[in-house]
């Protein structure tokens, strides 16, 4: 099913005669659902952009890569830097940005501007009995009533089928410098990170990769140059600063988690506290990539440790299987905070046809 | 059958927040009837409370719950059956789990002052004040992050860490006295949201205790939560879902410094354009404050603040190095000029800075000198902030009520306050019509109703204008799966015919 208009998508719910598997472009889908296929593709195009008020309104299957064209057109973007995990995680095709929404796809500048479900102010979806909701709308300010917004961001179309979103979006910086620290093992590299997070520097991305720090700052570009030397003063270890292109390459790698693609094995996205995530990774072994000053941390090990992982984690954060066989792809919940979402889901979702098993 | 609580509605403010009085009008707010069996019942229930909590923590004495009859919205009061001031997380989950089982509505409160009505009591039900809980559990600088009970000022939640050069971003008006428990359950913002947020941007878990009991944890200290953001829905739902205890806040740095600039223009237009292209350009002040002539000149003659008489007038605030605020501000120089205003005066040092502040902090104060007024709280797109403007005060005229405007212009967080006469028969009517009218408009060019006051009482008949039956119903279904008896607030955020059937269940 492919419904071109948000009547035929309600339409095509109302009228389901079984589970549905939802998907944009299926770049970034990582639970495991069944169900005749529900392409959100033809839901596509820019339905209001202000670049003044930095507001866009958009359909939900639009590609993300026509999202982020239309934004450099006004020099300006989505702040909050989704990922691509096409090469992580072996996929074609083309992300759209419900996909995005659905998966609260955030990348580096979240230390800074937070995650997708922070930019986003609306949200047009279609629950499982096929009723049209709207929740949010496209002003910066908004507690009219409950915040579904977050609560749909992140659902993975266990709740609704997004079918129009709205965003607050950021004018491109003028500048961005990257300071890359050498010579420092895991343990005081990260220390490094929390070290730029706690200055006033307005650190925008805060990673660890292949043995190095980096630390970016972006904006204007006396403001960036200051920074980076009142940094570059604050940092132990061995540092050059990289600007421009050379930078944003740099990023783009921790964003899209690059050093994984390709390679065999199991790959989990953990979410830590900063302090405890050199020990925890430590414990476990394998090779990570560290985002969020080490509140996320992408680690590759062996298919087969999903115990060993998610034991190591309990207590410091959660583990997500984001690409591997066999485990639970979501953390477990305790049985309370379990039970809200499974009474939210039979509600949104009476029959439960959305993404069945998706998420637990 | 509804039944009438309080009368009247007058609004004058104070430095920091604003003060509602009674009036002897004959506007009244409908509530539903309270159940004669629980008043009835009220020993047996009291009783009970003192079984879980000390004895110092269950009030039940009618002119000690004079103090919890309302809150910032004045207007409207009603003695509760009881109020509880537990001091710990098992407390509240004893007092919540109590009143499940006897089918009691309880009202949650922090420090009382929504100007929404949030913590308007009914007189069947029992008030829950977090005042007590008032700690400071962790503070981790290195993960940046504080836990607080959620009964904690907000403004004390940053006066905890300052001394390590940290602050709590969220800074509503009220900040010396609100709750932070008050702040997550209204998603409060803040005059320095542009930048950093509101409270559902810088909350990172909390305790949460269902009307049944049950205690629980959403999110945490780590990089992000798992699972649906239950954690998002419960900020911002006026205390519908669950009474927040505990809570983890992001803390950030503080930045080098600040200063504010003030810029004069001769049309409402003109200065609506100049917000534009300063946010089109990039840069991100922490605020843009804007005010109408109304405002300026009645600021003008209360606190003597030196502004220009204009139309309208911007005060944006950069942050950061001295250089970069230099930087920052050569730019929106140029911006401004391009705009021909009629005065653009940037701060030499900490006495200009405040005295640019001056009048936009005292212009509450000021209108009030003037009259009764009533503020409003919609959001707007900026792009439609001289549209708005404009009709603004083509309905004045028609209504015959004077309105100033002074608002978050950054963000398209409108104050917009209509004065009135409380001892003028009519006149709170007409008021009360026009702020509808006002609403109405912010919802007809894409806002909202409310932008960070709540909708508690005061706009819950309004949410039809903004929602279909469907939009309320799925946000119905949340408090269905959190709180089924329909407990916790009841009469609040939905209209009363919308939420009847479920309350009655």
């Given at each position: 099913?492919?419904?071109?208009?948000?009547?035929e998508?309600?339409?095509?719910?109302?009228?389901?005669?079984?589970?549905?598997?939802?998907r944009?472009?299926?770049?970034?889908?990582?639970?495991?659902?069944?169900?005749?296929?529900?392409?959100?593709?033809?839901?596509?195009?820019v339905?209001?952009?202000?670049p003044g008020a930095l507001?866009?309104?958009?359909r939900?299957g639009?590609p993300?890569?026509?999202?982020?064209?239309?934004?450099?057109?006004?020099?300006?973007?989505?702040?909050?830097?989704?990922?691509d995990?096409?090469?992580?995680?072996?996929?074609?095709?083309?992300?759209t940005?419900?996909?995005?929404?659905?998966?609260?796809?955030?990348?580096?500048?979240?230390?800074?501007?937070g995650?997708?479900?922070?930019?986003l102010l609306?949200?047009?979806?279609?629950?499982?009995a096929?009723?049209?909701?709207k929740?949010?709308?496209?002003?910066?300010?908004?507690?009219?009533g409950?915040?579904?917004v977050?609560?749909l961001?992140?659902?993975?179309?266990?709740?609704?089928?997004?079918?129009?979103?709205?965003f607050?979006?950021?004018?491109?910086?003028?500048?961005e410098?990257?300071?890359v620290?050498?010579?420092?093992?895991?343990?005081?590299?990260?220390?490094?990170l929390?070290k730029?997070?706690?200055?006033?520097?307005?650190?925008?991305?805060?990673?660890?990769?292949?043995?190095?720090?980096?630390?970016?700052?972006?904006g204007?570009a006396?403001?960036?140059?200051?920074?980076?030397?009142?940094l570059?003063?604050l940092?132990?270890?061995?540092v050059?600063?990289?600007?421009?292109?050379?930078?944003?390459?740099?990023?783009?790698?921790?964003?899209d988690?690059t050093?994984?693609?390709g390679?065999?094995?199991?790959?989990?996205r953990?979410?830590l506290?900063?302090?405890?995530a050199?020990?925890?990774?430590?414990?476990?072994?394998g090779?990570?990539?560290?985002?969020w000053?080490?509140?996320?941390?992408?680690?590759?090990?062996?298919?087969?440790?999903?115990?060993?992982?998610?034991?190591?984690?309990a207590?410091?954060?959660?583990a997500?299987?984001?690409?591997?066989?066999?485990?639970?792809?979501?953390?477990?919940?305790?049985?309370?905070?379990?039970?809200?979402?499974a009474?939210?889901?039979?509600?949104?979702?009476?029959?439960?046809?959305?993404?069945?098993?998706?998420?637990? | 059958m509804?039944?009438?609580?309080?009368?009247?509605?007058?609004l004058?403010?104070?430095e920091?927040?604003?003060?509602?009085?009674?009036?002897?009008?004959?506007?009244?707010m409908?509530?539903?009837?309270?159940?004669?069996?629980?008043l009835s019942a009220?020993?047996?229930i009291?009783?009970?409370?003192?079984?879980?909590?000390?004895?110092d923590?269950?009030?039940?004495?009618?002119?000690?719950?004079?103090?919890y009859?309302?809150?910032a919205?004045t207007?409207?009061?009603?003695?509760?059956?009881?109020?509880v001031?537990?001091?710990?997380?098992?407390?509240?989950a004893?007092?919540?789990?109590a009143?499940w089982?006897?089918g009691?509505p309880?009202?949650?409160?922090?420090?009382?002052?929504s100007l929404?009505?949030?913590?308007?009591?009914t007189?069947?039900?029992?008030?829950?004040?977090?005042a007590?809980?008032?700690a400071?559990?962790?503070?981790?600088?290195?993960?940046r992050f504080?836990?607080v009970?959620?009964?904690r000022?907000?403004?004390?939640?940053?006066?905890?860490?300052?001394?390590?050069?940290f602050?709590?971003?969220?800074?509503?008006?009220s900040q010396?006295?609100?709750a932070?428990?008050?702040n997550?359950?209204?998603?409060?913002?803040?005059?320095?949201?542009?930048?950093?947020?509101v409270?559902?941007?810088?909350l990172?878990?909390?305790?949460?205790?269902?009307?049944?009991?049950?205690?629980?944890?959403l999110?945490?200290?780590?990089?992000?939560a798992?699972g649906l953001?239950?954690?998002?829905?419960v900020?911002?739902?006026?205390?519908?879902l669950?009474v927040?205890?505990e809570?983890?806040?992001?803390i950030?740095?503080?930045?080098?410094g600040?200063?504010?600039?003030?810029?004069?223009?001769n049309?409402?237009?003109?200065a609506?354009a100049?917000?534009?292209?300063?946010?089109r350009?990039g840069?991100?002040?922490?605020?843009?404050?804007?005010?109408?002539r109304?405002c300026?000149?009645?600021?003008?003659?209360?606190?003597k603040?030196?502004?220009?008489?204009?139309?309208?007038?911007?005060?944006?605030?950069?942050?950061g190095?001295e250089a970069?605020?230099?930087?920052?501000?050569?730019?929106?120089r140029q911006?401004?000029?391009?705009?021909?205003?009629?005065?653009?005066?940037?701060a030499?040092?900490?006495?200009q800075?405040?005295?640019?502040?001056?009048?936009?902090?005292?212009?509450f104060?000021a209108?009030?000198?003037?009259?009764?007024?009533?503020?409003?709280?919609?959001t707007?797109?900026?792009?439609s902030?001289?549209h708005?403007?404009?009709?603004?005060?083509e309905?004045?005229?028609?209504?015959g009520?004077?309105?100033?405007?002074v608002?978050?212009?950054g963000?398209?967080?409108?104050?917009?306050?209509?004065?009135?006469?409380?001892?003028?028969?009519?006149d709170l009517?007409?008021?009360?019509?026009?702020g509808?009218?006002?609403?109405?408009?912010c919802?007809e060019?894409?806002?909202?109703?409310t932008?960070?006051?709540?909708?508690?009482?005061?706009k819950?008949?309004?949410?039809?204008?903004q929602?279909?039956?469907?939009?309320?119903?799925?946000?119905?279904?949340?408090k269905?799966?959190?709180?089924?008896?329909?407990?916790?607030?009841?009469a609040?955020?939905?209209?009363l015919?919308?939420?009847?059937t479920?309350?009655?269940?």
């Open positions: 099913m492919r419904p071109v208009t948000e009547a998508l309600a339409e095509a719910i109302a009228g389901a005669a079984g589970p549905l598997l939802v944009g472009g299926g770049t970034r889908t990582i639970g495991r659902a069944v169900g005749e296929v529900l392409e959100t593709g033809g839901l596509s195009g339905e209001l952009y202000e507001t866009l309104v958009v939900a639009t993300l890569a026509e999202v982020e064209a239309t934004l450099a057109g006004d020099r300006q973007r989505l702040a909050f830097e989704p990922p995990l096409r090469g992580l995680l072996g996929r074609e095709g083309v992300s940005i419900g996909g995005v929404v659905a998966a609260n796809a955030s990348g580096p500048r979240r230390v800074q501007v995650a997708c479900r922070d930019a609306g949200v047009r979806f279609v629950d499982g096929g009723n049209v909701v929740n949010g709308g496209r002003v910066m300010k908004n507690v009219t409950y915040d579904l977050k609560l961001a992140g659902s993975h179309g266990t709740l609704g089928v997004l079918s129009e979103v709205s607050k979006v950021q004018a491109l910086p003028e500048a410098a990257t300071l620290i050498e010579g420092l093992d895991d343990a005081t590299g990260l220390a490094m929390r730029a997070l706690g200055s006033p520097f307005d650190i925008s991305g805060a990673a660890r990769e292949g043995g190095r720090s980096l630390v970016r700052v972006e204007m006396g403001s960036v140059a200051y920074r980076t030397g009142q570059k003063a940092m132990a270890g061995d050059t600063v990289v600007e421009g292109a050379e930078s944003a390459a740099l990023w783009r790698r921790v964003r988690v050093a994984f693609a390679r065999p094995g199991a790959v989990w953990l979410a506290v900063p302090t405890a050199a020990g925890v990774v430590a414990a476990i072994g090779e990570a990539v560290w985002d000053g080490g509140g996320l941390a992408w680690l590759l090990v062996p298919e087969g440790q999903a115990e060993a992982v998610r034991a190591t984690v207590g410091s954060g959660h997500t299987l984001i690409r591997g066989e066999g485990a639970v792809v979501f953390p477990p919940e305790a049985a309370e905070v379990a039970a809200l979402g009474g939210l889901r039979a509600r949104f979702d009476p029959r439960n046809i959305l993404n069945r098993g998706m998420m637990g | 509804p039944v009438t609580v309080g009368v009247g509605i007058l004058v403010s104070r920091n927040w604003l003060y509602l009085f009674t009036n002897q009008g004959e506007t009244a409908e509530m539903p009837l309270p159940d004669t069996a629980i009220k020993a047996r009291v009783a009970r409370l003192r079984g879980v909590l000390p004895p923590a269950v009030i039940d004495d009618l002119a000690e719950l004079r103090a009859e309302c809150d919205l207007a409207y009061r009603c003695p509760p059956l009881a109020a001031l537990p001091r710990t997380t098992e407390e509240v004893a007092v919540l789990r009143c089982e006897e009691v309880v009202v949650p409160r922090g420090s009382g002052t929404a009505g949030g913590a308007l009591p007189a069947d039900s029992v008030i829950l004040g977090v007590r809980m008032n400071v559990l962790e503070t981790d600088y290195d993960n504080i836990r009970q959620s009964g000022t907000n403004l004390s939640v940053s006066g905890a860490v300052e001394a390590e050069g602050f709590y971003a969220p800074d509503p008006s010396l006295a609100c932070i428990a008050g997550i359950a209204m998603n409060s913002g803040g005059a320095h949201c542009l930048k950093y947020g409270t559902t941007n810088n990172l878990g909390v305790t949460l205790v269902k009307m049944d009991g049950t205690v629980l944890t999110g945490g200290p780590w990089g992000e798992s953001d239950l954690l998002g829905v900020c911002g739902s006026e205390g519908q669950g927040v205890t809570a983890w806040l992001r950030l740095p503080k930045p080098e600040a200063r504010p600039v003030l810029v004069g223009f049309s409402n237009e003109v609506g100049c917000v534009a292209d300063i946010i350009a840069l991100l002040p922490v605020a843009i404050e804007f005010m109408d109304p300026i000149r009645a600021t003008e003659a209360f606190a603040a030196g502004y220009p008489d204009c139309e309208a007038l911007l005060i944006i605030e950069v942050e190095s970069e605020i230099s930087e920052q501000l050569a730019r929106i911006i401004a000029l391009a705009h021909d205003p009629v005065e653009f005066r940037e030499a040092d900490e006495a800075a405040k005295r640019i502040w001056l009048g936009r902090k005292s212009a104060g209108m009030g000198q003037i009259n009764d007024y009533m503020c409003l709280d919609g707007i797109p900026v792009s902030l001289p708005v403007l404009r009709r603004i005060g309905m004045s005229v028609e209504f009520l004077d309105v100033g405007n608002f978050h212009a963000d398209g967080n409108m104050h917009p306050l209509i004065l009135f006469d409380a001892n003028k028969p009519g009517e007409k008021c009360e019509a026009f509808a009218e006002i609403l109405k408009l919802v060019v894409g806002g909202c109703l932008g960070e006051h709540g909708v508690g009482i005061e819950r008949d309004l949410m039809s204008v929602f279909a039956p469907a939009d309320m119903e799925a946000q119905m279904r949340v269905d799966v959190f709180d089924p008896k329909w407990l916790l607030n009841p609040k955020v939905f209209p015919a919308t939420s009847a479920r309350r009655a269940g």
